[in-house]
């Protein structure tokens, strides 16, 4: 199948895209790049229309066909606070340096760091003292578990009611050299691992079942995956069990809570 | 319609990542819908000269799995300031989501009509 990449300025996509959707029923795939340009891909044979479209750069070539294959190419870049990258393995490396989570993007609900519960929970992440054990609970492809493992938390725990995630977090952990011991199961149902930093981005029923069950040795949590109006009862919670608010993000009615002993 | 007046319904598939027109009323306006896993980005666009205004009124909840049962909706009043008389509308959007095979089912419909004298 062919693959059609455009290159354009910023501020020229959505005129072009005025004249390309009623085109391309099955849609554009887009992304930022650097210096305020843009990318806008499709598959198929490109209309006769792109010729009068204010386009940099065009490049086509012929890809495998398949939806994967279409997801695996849009990419991801996520910078966090400058001081950690998320990324997929068809984007550029990151400047020597900074650390990089590299995470192959894919069908299916396994957070790539790019929801912004993620990335609210890493920005909290980068602001504690690495050292000890960590535990990533819901922990998706294994983004957060990643990073920590990669600023020095050892041993680092994944656990996800979902099997997939589970076989996520052990793919993408391996491809980024370090160690994550993943494990399957319900945090309704068993406590949390007993670990010094805990970071979870679950429901609030979920949450609602790990702040009572928390061992004694943890000292931090990074409580996500909720939303603003659910924030009270998150910091109740927790204080519940000892743990006192210490920083909060929000973002688009998303809130990530640093708490601690 | 009675009293006359325009409306327009489409439903699409769309695959995970990819950024598709679900409603597209030419030379007035487009809806365009992004599922990315668990998130859902919505994009409006004027595409009169006259920008056409659109003013959320209602947002479901979004959750990771919209089933049919439970679908995803937001509304929208529209307005295209035009003389005579502007053009006012609501349009609607409803997404389920089958996140294990990377689609999003949307269904979209404007409904339009001229303001009474």
């Known amino acids: ?261 | 319609m009675t009293g006359g007046g325009l409306a327009i319904s489409c439903h699409k598939l769309v695959e995970d990542a990819a950024r598709a027109t679900v409603l597209l009323v030419p030379g007035l306006m487009r809806l365009d819908a992004r599922p990315v896993q668990d998130t859902l980005q919505v994009m409006t666009r004027s595409l009169h000269p006259r920008l056409v205004r659109w003013s959320l009124l209602n947002e479901g909840e979004l959750r990771e799995y919209n089933s049919a049962d439970d679908p995803f909706r937001m509304t929208w009043a529209v307005e295209l300031p035009l003389e005579p008389r502007s053009i006012l509308g609501r349009v609607s959007l409803t997404m389920t989501a089958d996140l294990e095979h990377g689609l999003a089912h949307f269904v979209a419909q404007a409904v339009l009509r001229e303001a009474s004298a």
Not at chain 1, 64 to 93: F, K, Y
Not at chain 1, 120 to 129: D, I, P, R, V
Not at chain 1, 205 to 234: F, K, Y
Request: net charge negative; with cysteine; aromatic share 4%.
């Open chain 1, 1 to 261: 199948m062919k693959r059609v990449a455009l290159r354009l300025l910023g501020d020229a996509v959505e005129d072009v895209l005025d004249v390309l959707m009623p085109l391309l029923p099955q849609g554009v795939y887009q992304r930022e790049l650097a210096d305020g340009r843009a990318e806008v891909a499709f598959y198929g044979e490109a209309p006769p229309e792109l010729d009068a479209l204010p386009v940099l750069a065009r490049e086509e070539e012929e890809v495998p066909d398949g939806r994967e294959e279409r997801r695996r190419r849009v990419g991801q870049v996520w910078e966090i606070a400058g001081r950690l990258r998320v990324r997929a393995p068809t984007d550029p490396p990151a400047v020597p340096g900074v650390p990089e989570v590299v995470v192959e993007p894919t069908i299916g609900g396994f957070g790539s760091g790019a929801h912004p519960t993620t990335r609210m929970t890493l920005e909290l992440l980068l602001g504690l003292e690495p050292g000890g054990g960590f535990a990533d609970l819901g922990c998706g492809g294994g983004v957060v578990a990643i990073a920590a493992a990669k600023l020095g938390w050892e041993p680092v725990f994944g656990v996800d009611v979902e099997g997939r995630a589970v076989e996520a977090t052990r793919h993408n952990a391996a491809s980024n050299d370090v160690e994550v011991h993943a494990v399957q199961a319900d945090l309704r149902e068993v406590p949390p691992p007993p670990a010094g930093t805990l970071a979870g981005n679950m429901p609030l029923s979920v949450h609602e079942r790990v702040a009572p069950a928390l061992d004694p040795m943890t000292r931090h949590v990074i409580a996500s995956g909720i939303v603003n109006d659910s924030a009270a009862a998150i910091v109740a919670l927790y204080g519940a069990a000892g743990l006192g608010e210490r920083a909060r993000r929000s973002e688009k009615g998303w809130v990530a809570i640093w708490l601690a002993r």
